[in-house]
């Protein structure tokens, strides 16, 4: 026997300036529900336990990889990591080359100016 019955009730919905839902109720609810008093089957419970092993399957396919899908996501990282630091270095590589060009530039270029000042000290 199951009954609802519902006595001066009232339940409201609003709508929020972000999006979202205020509900509300208020009155007198009464719910009865007699005592469940049947069993149940070994067959009833073996199918309820296969769709919730279904179910965490499912569950646990969508979440996790497996680990051969992790080694070979590792493997593209650290490929991914080798590549930028062989792009890195040439950087390096070019950077330090042109940082030594200016300085011998610097260098001549101080040179010449201690030429010339020598040159009129000695006028």
Known sequence: MKKDKIKTAKA???DLSD???NMGFYGN???MEKGKSGYVTHKQLDKKLEVFK???L???DQRYVTKAEFKEFQIEVREGF???GEAMNARMDRFESLVLKSLESIN???IDFGKRIDK???K
Request: aromatic content about 12%.
């Open 12 to 14: 409201w919905i609003e």
């Open 19 to 21: 999006g979202s839902y």
């Open 29 to 31: 609810l009464n719910h």
């Open 54 to 56: 279904q179910e965490l």
């Open 58 to 60: 499912v569950e646990f």
């Open 82 to 84: 080798r590549i930028q």
């Open 108 to 110: 001549n270029t101080l």
């Open 120 to 122: 009129l000290e000695s």
